[in-house]
């Protein structure tokens, strides 16, 4: 069975411009989870996508939103970057999500997305 | 405001200790708490999942137990060797939010 697989795996962009990262889950999870990490904040949520809707969000401002596919793939968009941006972004699949909804599962993540903003 | 500490920040210990890692987090309504390694440059592994009825759960030479109401989750590794050294993060989710810990970088000596 195919792991979450992260596309691309490092980016580089300039100040202002948008950035799209792809997340593929594995097969049958319904569940997408993206998160930032920075050596500063650590690991940080920035939502979660179930089912094609936005089921929960972070502390993350506008310029940070993401969709997801019929086939659960998932997307993430981040429009005039900052330097504060750069970071590794991963994705996490699970069946079903975790919390409060049905029952938790665990979440499986994949190699990340290294960006860099210059 | 749901905080989660985790402590040591940084470990080291020769190979083939026992050692246990701590978590804690304020607010104790969580739903459950999931427990990852990161080797450097990668993405996270799932090593245990509990959920907030369970008090631990296993998975070869880790346990890691849970104390919702002190707010409290461990993780317990037996006879530690080399492989064993990445960071160690803890994560409770609570419902509508997921807080990883800074976690605790973990290094066996051979």
């Known amino acids: 069975k195919a792991g979450v697989t992260q596309t691309p795996r490092y980016l580089i962009k300039t100040r202002g411009q948008q950035v799209t990262l792809s997340c593929s889950p594995i097969s049958g999870h319904r569940s997408v989870s993206w998160y930032q990490q920075t050596p500063g904040q650590g690991l940080q949520f920035l939502f979660e996508y179930f089912s094609e809707t936005q089921r929960n969000k972070g502390n993350f401002p506008g310029r940070f939103s993401g969709r997801q596919f019929s086939n659960s793939r998932s997307e993430m968009n981040v429009s005039t970057l900052e330097l504060g941006d750069s970071a590794l972004y991963l994705c996490?699949?699970?069946?079903?999500?975790?919390?409060?909804?049905?029952?938790?599962?665990?979440?499986?993540f994949g190699p990340g997305t290294r960006l860099t903003v210059t | 405001k749901q905080e989660v500490t985790q402590i040591p920040a940084a470990l080291s210990v020769p190979e083939g200790e026992n050692l246990v890692l701590n978590c804690s987090f304020t607010?104790?309504?969580?739903?459950?708490l999931q427990w990852f390694r990161q080797d450097p440059g990668k993405g996270l592994t799932s090593l245990l999942l509990?959920?907030?009825?369970?008090r631990e759960q296993t998975s070869g030479r880790l346990n890691a137990s849970l104390d919702k109401s002190s707010g409290r989750s461990t993780l317990y590794i037996a006879a530690s060797q080399p492989g064993d050294s990445a960071t160690y993060l803890c994560?409770?989710?609570?419902?509508?939010?997921?807080?990883f810990g800074k976690g605790t970088r973990l290094h066996i000596l051979p």
């Open positions: 996490a699949s699970s069946l079903t999500g975790t919390g409060a909804f049905l029952s938790a599962n665990e979440q499986y």
């Open positions: 509990i959920q907030s009825s369970q």
């Open positions: 994560a409770p989710w609570w419902e509508d939010k997921i807080i």
């Open positions: 607010d104790s309504a969580i739903y459950n």
